[in-house]
Structure formats: structure tokens, C-alpha cells
């Protein structure tokens, strides 16, 4: 469904970049000591070549775990599809566990390691950033904007840790949820992922409300939830598109294979519960790769439900979600919002999203039948590469559609395909008429991209 399908049709040989993302911590000295190297499996790296707007901001950030209940939700899982509808469908309290990240206090200092489990749901790997455990927030004079991170199926809230805490330097607080049944320690049956998902980043802007509000906590001030956002991938991406107001299809609700006795319908186009859904608190959405299109769960009809603006990322031969009948699809359907599509050439159902492969991910997995590595890495893309083009498309995405910065409208109005930019600059460094390179995009670096553009109506 999302990366791990991926994952299955992409085969180990392929893998070439995966020790790029790989650094030795220095060996101990010592003639007799047996020393061994230890890799340090950083998610906070920037290339040389990375484009401007993916560097770190000026706000040092802070991490912290919020353990959330989601109380009285359908008890998917406790269906039995191929039984008799229940009179009334089972309920229970559905625990959500949240990463946060937030600007931080200026003098704060703490642990930047954190700990995150592989794909196999088995091994828990140490990862390494900026974000400082548990730090003392910035006492700010107003509330940063909140962006809400969603992951794909399986995945967890580490995912995208590196856009998590670059995002959150910029001046964000960042809260990326574990969904429950779509981790990789709690992957279940695929319907509560269909039903939940956008029911899971509603409640969450709800708490992150509330405790903004809430005296002693140390969000308290910190949080504006009436100015967010969501970022989803794959399964977090077909939530976020639900979520902005992408009804799903009466087809998708009746799927044999989908969530069980019509549960979807509370996400059915046109319902009662699903016209109730989109939040004016939402201001816009970033989907990389978002499922459910090639398999009918919307159509032209149904996504002109969306009416917020939309950046959607994609690989041009992402195999899991599609991408012209896919991705590109969704972005084309949206016709009542301003949208954009930023598609990473070549590049499969990882572009730009997960973080690079831990270390210890490099190896065959005999119980799922492919190189772990695989889960997080693209054939022809570098990791790092594609993540700090992330960086930057998110941070110019965010600054205008969050905080109003209309300097960021530079580096999103760009032309189509950056293979076609000239590089023409003056000895003063002013552009020349004819230049058309991407802008923030060191010269011979904006080569295998595309970012397209629809206004609503189009």
C-alpha cells in the first residue's frame, strides 16, 4: 500500500545509494582495544548541492512524546468482514502516540539522539538529528503554526523526522503521529487505515488545541492549531486528501477487500459525516505519493471537494500509488484549489519522503522477503539528495501558505521542467533576462525535476 509494497517490487541490486547516507563515527584508539566502527545514522545531513531553502532556520528545536487516546472509535479490527453486520460496531479507546517538535529555548541543550524501530518491527535503531530531547520551549510573543505529519502504511512517526525538525527550526511546531495498525509494530488488517486515517489527524489538531491552551503544559502558547497544516505520505497522503475534503467514492466504500460493512462511508463524497469533515483550521496540505486514486477511491467528481491549496510529490514512476493515473491524477482532479506538482524524475514511491536508511537496515529480511533498506530508499535517486529538495519545496510551501511570506512565491514560481532553466547571471550576480534556473538551486543542480502549477478553475 505504501512503502513497503514499494519496497517489494524494487530488487536489493538497485540499491546504490545506500552509503551515502552512512557516516563512521571515529574509531576509539588504542592498540590492543579490538576498536569497531559505529555507524551514526544522522537524519540532518545537507549536501553541498542542496538547494537554499533546505537549510536549518534559526530556532534551535526541541522533541518531546505525547501519548494520546482517541476515545470510543470503531473497533475495526474486532469485525469479522465476512460475517453478519453488527447491529452496532464494536468500540475502543485508540491510542495515538505523538512526536512533537518545536522551536526551543535559546540556551536549551539535551540528548539528539532518539531511538526509532526498522521496518521489521523488531530492531529499534538509534537515529541522530538537531532536535534536543525534551528541551525547554521558546517563550515566544505568538504561537507558531502547527503541521501535522502523517505516515504511510506500515511506517511510524520518525519517518520523516528530517522534515519533522528542519521544519520545526524554521519556526513550526510539528506533531507526527504513530497510527495505530499502521505501524510497523502494529500493522493490522488494512481497513482501520482506510477508515482512521483522517479520523487520527483530525483529533490530533484537537489535542494540540486544547493543549495550547492547557496551563502546565509545554505547549501552552506554543501551538496555533487554527493556522496548520498536514503533511501526509502514501497512507498519510490519501488521509490528507480525504481530510482537506476528498470524498472517497461509493466504489472505494464497497471494495470486498476495503473496510468492512461500509465503515468507509463515514468518508463517502457528499455524506452527512464527510461534508462535516474538512476543517477551517486546515490551511493547506503536503501529499507525497498519496494512494487511493488508481484503485478508484476518488475521482474528478469527488476531489473537487478539496478547496484549500495542495503540493503534491511524486516519483514519475511511483508503482504503488501511480503516478499519471495516481498522483499526477489527484493533482489534476483538484480543480477548485490552487495546487502544485513537484515530481522527482525516475523516482519511485519513496521520493522525498522517508528519511535515509538507518545503518542497520542494509540486509536481507527472510520473513519479509527483501532487503530492509529498500523500505526507505529509491533505485536512482540518493536519499539525502531528494530529502533536502523536500526541505526546500515544503519550507517555500509553508512560509506562503502558513505564515503569508510572499518572498517564498520566488521559489515556487519556476519554469515547468528544470532541465529547460538557462543559468544566465551578471558579473554583479544579478539575473539576466534570459536567466530561468531554479531559483535557490545552486547552478547544474535543478536536473531531473518538475514543479507544475494549476490555479482553481484550471
Known sequence: MANQSAASTIKGDTMLNLRSTIFAVALATGATSGTVAVAENRIDT????????????????????????????????????????????????????????????????????????????????????????????????????????????????????????????????????????????????????????????????????????????FLNGLADADNAAIVGYSMGGYGAVITAGGGVTQAAVDLSWGAPHGTLGVHLSGSESHNDLPDPRIKTIVAFGPWGMERGFWDAETLKGIEIPALF???????????????????????????????FDNANHNAGAPMPAPAEADRMDEDLGFNLAEHYNDAVWDSVRMNNISQHFVTAWLGRQLKGDETMAAYLDLVPNANDGVWAKAEDGSDKPEHTHWNGFPNRTAKGLRFEALEAGE
Open 46 to 217: 545537507q549536501r553541498h548541492d542542496a538547494p537554499e531553502l533546505a537549510a536549518y532556520g534559526d530556532f534551535k528545536v526541541g522533541v518531546r512524546t505525547l501519548e494520546l487516546v482517541n476515545p470510543g472509535q470503531i473497533d475495526i479490527l474486532a469485525i469479522d468482514p465476512a460475517g453478519e453486520k453488527p447491529a452496532e460496531f464494536p468500540r475502543y479507546d485508540r491510542p495515538l502516540p505523538v512526536e512533537v517538535w518545536y522551536p526551543a529555548d535559546g540556551t536549551a541543550e539535551g540528548s539528539t539522539e532518539f531511538k526509532a524501530y526498522l521496518r521489521d518491527g523488531k530492531t529499534e535503531v538509534t537515529l541522530v538529528g538537531q532536535a534536543m530531547r525534551d528541551a525547554a520551549p521558546l517563550e515566544a510573543d505568538s504561537a507558531f503554526p502547527l503541521v501535522i505529519i502523517s505516515h504511510g502504511y506500515p511506517g511510524n512517526r520518525f519517518l520523516l523526522s528530517h522534515l519533522a525538525e528542519n521544519i520545526a527550526s524554521k519556526g513550526y511546531v510539528v506533531a507526527s503521529i504513530d497510527h495505530t495498525d499502521s505501524t510497523y509494530r502494529t500493522r493490522a488488517a488494512f481497513g482501520s487505515t482506510l477508515v482512521n486515517r483522517s479520523l487520527d489527524q483530525l483529533f490530533v489538531l484537537d489535542e494540540i488545541a486544547r493543549l495550547s491552551s492547557e496551563d502546565g503544559s
Open 313 to 343: 510529490i511524486a516519483g514519475s514512476v511511483d508503482d504503488v500509488s501511480g503516478y499519471e493515473n495516481g498522483v499526477r491524477a489527484i493533482w489534476d482532479g483538484v480543480s477548485s484549489a490552487d495546487r502544485s506538482l513537484l515530481t
